[in-house]
């Protein structure tokens, strides 16, 4: 058997990362901050040191002291989780399958790609819509689909906070897509003067927000997320190996990533749920 019969493992390793990075819809964008720092270092969980905030200033009253408050600091933490798949072809199948030579392990290669992409991200989705300190709120009834009403609902939950240039992007089911569409108040992608908002996934846009669909999400719910609420953090990005089982007569082919997913400013997510027909 000659050596160029076998795709070298770096050479894997290298595609595959090409695939994960393309194919997602909130994993990329503005809502999330990717963090390598876990890369090479010991133990399995990771903790978010965060600054508490003071309060206003007190009004003050001549010859009254000051009271002073504690300066604070909190933390949250991620434990690392594994994922990972295994494909075996067998020789037989590798001689007559169509496609020829090399072309399950292409279609191995691009599937893993595809997976360990639709994973981090389907995680960060579920982080987003169950992280404790999001804000939630169901639409007033009558506002049973997708468009302006739904999203002012959203936006109401910031209060003076909602400024439209803090926001990473909204995210929607499919099932809401036709809504979307005909909603007046919805820019289509293709009428989007502004470069900044064209990237993959998105398919306009309301209040000057990109919208993205993703059926990661639950039909009837969608996010409005502001920049960098969410932390994808890499132990160690996916990683494809290849062995040969000569008794079975076959190839395995496995992948496997180390990452953790957290809300690290759930008062960023908006959690809207649209009220029943």
Do not use: C
Not at 165 to 177: D, K, M, N, P, R
Not at 200 to 224: K, Q
């Amino acid at each position: 058997m000659a050596a160029g019969d076998f795709i070298a493992p770096e050479v894997w390793a290298d595609l595959t990362q090409a695939s994960f990075t393309g194919k997602v819809k909130v994993l990329g964008s503005p809502a999330v901050i990717e963090d390598n720092t876990l890369v090479g270092q010991p133990g399995e969980t990771i903790s978010f040191p965060k600054w508490g905030a003071l309060n206003d200033l007190d009004d003050l009253t001549v010859g009254t002291p000051m009271v002073p408050v504690e300066l604070e600091q909190t933390d949250s933490s991620a434990t690392i989780k594994e994922a990972g798949k295994a494909v075996k072809v067998n020789d037989r199948d590798k001689l007559t399958m169509l496609g020829g030579t090399g072309a399950a392990e292409n279609e191995t290669l691009r599937q893993f790609g595809v997976l360990a992409a639709r994973k981090v991200d389907g995680d960060l989705i579920t982080e987003a819509r169950t992280a404790a300190g999001r804000l939630t709120a169901t639409t007033a009834a009558g506002v049973t689909t997708f468009g302006k009403a739904a999203v002012n609902t959203a936006f109401a939950l910031f209060g003076d906070e909602a400024e439209p240039e803090e926001f990473a992007g909204i995210y929607v089911h499919s099932a809401q897509l036709n809504e979307l569409f005909d909603s007046a108040d919805f820019t289509d992608v293709s009428k989007i003067g502004d470069q900044s908002l064209l990237r993959r996934g998105v398919v306009g846009a309301i209040r000057g927000v990109p919208v993205s669909v993703s059926n990661r999400l639950t039909e009837g719910d969608f996010l409005l997320m502001k920049r960098g609420v969410l932390g994808a953090l890499y132990k160690r990005r996916p990683l494809v190996e290849q062995d040969r089982d000569i008794l079975a007569r076959q190839d395995v082919y496995t992948t496997n990533i180390h990452y953790a997913v957290k809300a690290i400013t759930p008062s960023g997510i908006a959690h809207v749920t649209l009220a029943a027909a």
